[in-house]
């Protein structure tokens, strides 16, 4: 599993996704590095104090580049075939207001300084490709961050972020089984909703 830590380290990461035309895998993470970097450079203090603010940042830099329906899926795993289309719909927005809301203080702790993109080895002619970064905490540790990347016509999508060989899919994938074996999927659903709300 991954610890609390770092499973924010991967959410925070998470946010770097981006879509792009006619661009290589690499390019795509670089450039909203530089966005993300520029952002918070100029609103920090705002952001910090703003939680709505903050997360309106979050939709503008996440929302439209992430694939939230293919990671909702493969985090329902054996779960999204029997769920039904509303289901569905419902666990994928839930599932990606909860993660927004729960790691976005983290993002504000985002140093361009400690990323190093290492140089592309894929295959970009696949539909799935691997980014490999290495983020340096502040206790000096690097710690080698992977971005799982899905291509949708010409377009690269963030899907999974993968913290020393463990993805955060996986990870929400353990979690979220458990949970549904215990309860059932309207009561996770239900959890999720609340914990966008507010009210978990």
């Given at each position: 599993?991954?610890?609390?830590?770092?499973?924010?380290?991967?959410?925070?990461?998470?946010?770097?996704?981006?879509?792009?035309?006619?661009?290589s895998?690499n390019?795509?993470?670089?450039?909203?590095?530089e966005?993300?970097?520029t952002s918070?450079a100029?609103?920090?203090d705002?952001?910090?104090?703003?939680?709505?603010?903050?997360?309106a940042?979050?939709?503008?830099i996440l929302?439209p580049?992430?694939d939230?329906?293919?990671?909702?899926k493969a985090v329902l795993s054996k779960?999204w075939k029997?769920?039904?289309?509303q289901q569905?719909?419902?666990?994928v927005?839930a599932?990606?207001?909860a993660m927004?809301?729960?790691?976005?203080?983290?993002?504000l702790k985002f140093?361009?300084?400690k990323v190093?993109?290492?140089?592309?080895?894929?295959?970009e002619s696949?539909?799935?490709v691997?980014v490999?970064t290495?983020v340096?905490?502040?206790?000096g540790?690097?710690?080698p961050v992977d971005y799982?990347l899905?291509k949708?016509d010409?377009t690269?999508?963030?899907?999974?972020?993968?913290i020393e060989?463990?993805?955060?899919i996986r990870?929400?994938?353990?979690?979220?089984?458990a949970?549904?074996?215990?309860?059932?999927l309207d009561?996770v659903?239900?959890?999720?909703?609340n914990?966008?709300?507010g009210e978990?």
């Amino acid at each position: 599993m991954i610890s609390s830590n770092k499973l924010t380290l991967a959410c925070a990461c998470l946010f770097l996704s981006a879509t792009a035309f006619s661009q290589s895998p690499n390019s795509v993470i670089e450039e909203v590095i530089e966005i993300l970097n520029t952002s918070l450079a100029e609103r920090k203090d705002e952001l910090a104090s703003d939680e709505d603010a903050l997360y309106a940042l979050i939709d503008e830099i996440l929302l439209p580049r992430f694939d939230r329906t293919s990671a909702a899926k493969a985090v329902l795993s054996k779960h999204w075939k029997t769920a039904t289309p509303q289901q569905q719909n419902d666990f994928v927005d839930a599932f990606y207001g909860a993660m927004v809301k729960r790691y976005a203080d983290g993002l504000l702790k985002f140093d361009q300084s400690k990323v190093e993109l290492k140089p592309f080895r894929g295959d970009e002619s696949k539909r799935m490709v691997i980014v490999k970064t290495t983020v340096t905490l502040a206790d000096g540790t690097k710690v080698p961050v992977d971005y799982r990347l899905v291509k949708h016509d010409s377009t690269w999508l963030i899907l999974d972020v993968i913290i020393e060989g463990i993805s955060y899919i996986r990870n929400y994938r353990s979690e979220m089984d458990a949970e549904i074996r215990e309860t059932n999927l309207d009561a996770v659903i239900a959890r999720l909703q609340n914990e966008v709300n507010g009210e978990a």
